[in-house]
């Protein structure tokens, strides 16, 4: 009989699937199932059940793992479903969905799993989005919009929310209603900048302002629901790249905006440039979904010349022109998007191929454009190991092969993964 939403069952949780469930069979029937451990037999309540797959929460541990630990943290409020697992355990779990992903989407065989760089648990967070909700600022709920407090996550210092708070009361005393606010910090925690979105108001520039001062900000921006914008103090933070490539590189500083894609993890950010410089060939570099810099820069900086940075992302690409200024002789920026470069560029492919896509992966367009390119090395740094492993496929079949494989745990007690491939041309 096919499970039906409701049914309470007892399972054998087998292995991790990608998003932080765990896969589970009854009748063999498919069961994702949160808040176990593999190994584990639990009790499940069904939560939502298809043709193909059904979702289950645990409602009892009959069989619990030698991992199983009490979760700091309500595991469905700001992504911590792997709250309940020993740290590294975590780590291998994420070890093995990469390779999962490589071999059951890329159809890539990978004889062990790829090792995983695992960093401290807390306060590791230099970015984060809060909502606001009747003036209190919180992460929303795993698939609600109710809002939790972002405290019992720890990831994020108290300090850093601390000043969150601080600012929606500064706004909330002259009137203003936030509706949402971006977080950015530098890696030491001593400058914060925030984004605001905001409900309309003619007094949001004194509020903005207000803000800034009793957070201890060093700026912050606005926009409200009609369009209008504001800003006070300096809205960026800045580090130096010495810091950002673990004392690689000695000179130079990157800025960004709170609204500029960056990093999130302080204590990992290094190792993932350490990972992307070691893998640049001698010779042109291209740094496609470039940010603000953080790989262009660093190599440029370094004394590699031949580096050209595209970005479209508008906030980004202006942090990106004034981080690369220092280094033009060596970095050369393109604003817009790195599918009409493609379309465009010189037909001289460039010796590497640094590719770092939103977590959708490489557009179609991009994918197609890139394995035409004939890069002799391509670097693609991804968020997410089903589109990584689905486009590392596009690369194999165009003849790459897969040099080397491995994660960094940006985001503990999450199902997220960063991961860092190079594929070089054997064609």
């Known amino acids: 009989m096919a499970v039906q939403t409701g049914d309470v069952l007892d399972v054998t949780a087998d292995k991790p699937a990608s998003g932080g469930r765990m896969l589970a069979r009854h009748d063999g029937q498919v069961i994702l199932v ?4 593999p190994g584990e037999r639990v ?20 069989e619990a793992s030698g991992d199983r630990r009490v979760p700091m943290t309500d595991p469905e409020c700001g992504g911590c479903v792997y709250a309940h697992i020993a740290y590294a355990r975590q780590v291998r779990l994420k070890g093995e969905i990469l390779r999962d992903a490589f071999v059951r989407i890329g159809r890539i065989p990978l004889h062990e799993d790829p090792a995983v760089s695992a960093g401290p648990e807390h306060a ?27 405290r019992q996550t720890r990831q994020l210092s108290e300090d850093a929310i601390d000043a ?31 984004h605001v979105d905001a409900a309309h108001t003619a007094t949001i520039q004194p509020a903005i302002a207000r803000a800034v001062e009793e957070a201890r900000l060093t700026g912050a921006t606005s926009s409200t629901t009609d369009g209008g914008t504001s800003a006070a103090g300096d809205p960026i933070v800045t580090d130096t790249l010495a810091t950002l490539t673990n004392g ?17 993890n302080r204590f990992l950010v290094g190792s993932l440039v350490g990972e992307v410089m070691d893998a640049v060939a001698p010779g042109p570099v291209l740094d496609l979904y470039a940010g603000v810099g953080l790989f262009s820069v660093a190599i ?3 004394g590699h ?10 906030v980004s690409a202006r942090d990106l022109e004034r981080n690369a200024a220092p280094f033009e002789e060596a970095l050369h920026v393109v604003r817009g998007s790195v599918e009409s470069y493609l379309q465009r560029r010189p037909t001289a492919p460039p ?17 197609e454009s890139i394995v035409r390119s004939r890069a002799p090395r391509i670097v693609y740094v991804s968020c997410d190991p089903p589109t990584m492993a689905r486009d590392a496929r596009r690369l194999l079949d165009a003849g790459y092969r897969l040099s080397s494989l491995r994660g960094l745990d940006l985001f503990p007690n999450t199902a997220h993964i960063e991961s860092v491939g190079v594929f070089d041309l054997y064609l």
């Open 43 to 62: 009790t499940v309540r069904v939560t939502k059940a298809g043709k193909q797959v059904a979702f289950a929460d645990v409602s009892g541990v009959l």
């Open 34 to 37: 949160a808040g176990a451990i």
């Open 300 to 302: 440029a900086a370094s």
């Open 164 to 194: 969150v708070e601080a600012a929606v009361r500064g706004l909330a005393a002259e009137g203003v209603t936030a509706l949402s606010v971006e977080l950015a910090e530098n890696v030491a925690g001593d400058q914060r900048a925030l």
């Open 305 to 314: 010349g031949g580096v050209t940075a595209v970005e479209g992302d508008a």
């Open 351 to 367: 010796q590497t191929l640094i590719v770092d896509p939103p977590r959708t992966g490489m557009s179609k367009a991009a994918a």
């Open 248 to 264: 690689r590189v000695v000179t130079g500083v990157l800025r960004r905006h709170p609204q500029a894609f960056f990093q999130a």
């Open 124 to 150: 590791y967070r230099m970015r984060a989005r809060f909502n606001v909700q009747d003036g209190r600022a919180g992460f929303y709920r795993e698939n609600t919009h109710d809002t939790c407090d972002p």
